[in-house]
């Protein structure tokens, strides 16, 4: 269908898998590109700089911000994250899809400025997300407290996006996300130029069927 490539934005509360529902995304779809973001927490155990994010300096944040780099850009749980503005328009120009994960108010602000596919990310249920946010040991007590603060305030802005996936099984969710940006594909929408193409020929094919019905 569309030879455009599309902009797919994951949010979700933190702990919810969408982390992980990207790599394995990326990894049944080879041909889409990771935007990487750029951000001034420290990494954490395991996190490689230039994979999970461009882990900054607030001074090279700052220089950034100040050249209009970033696409939208946050404050979130005292430390900054912002969108390269170069990396998603360009590769969306060569026709490469790209898969973001970031949270709400950075979401907001892409809807915006942006055509992309948005899709919310929840998880089972609010006892779950403890559950997850524990099992992952990387927080304190009293972070693991604001996470979940803020995840009550992140669903509040579910009705703003296109989809919502609930994660309870990952292989069905996976699967949802394929089917949600398969369909995005035959959308008129992202197909203006393949419609616009098709209408000219069929007109044209029609022009001469009427002209050789009247000789």
Known sequence: MSNKGLLIVLSAPSGTGKSTMCREYLRKNPGAAY??????????RGEQNGRDYFFITGDRFREMLGKNAFLEHAEVFGHNYGTSRAFIENTLKKGKD?????????????MRKIKGVFIFILPPSGQALETRLKGRKTETENEIKKRLKAAKEEITYIEKYDYVIINNKFS???SLMQSIIKAERCG???????IKKFRKAFTTKLGR???SGKG
């Open 172 to 174: 069905e969710s996976i």
């Open 35 to 44: 935007s990487v973001s750029f951000t001034t927490r420290p990494p954490r």
């Open 188 to 194: 008129v929408g992202n197909n203006a130029s393949l």
């Open 98 to 110: 790209v898969l973001l994960d970031i949270d709400v108010r950075g979401a907001l602000q892409l």
């Open 209 to 211: 069927v009427k002209k």
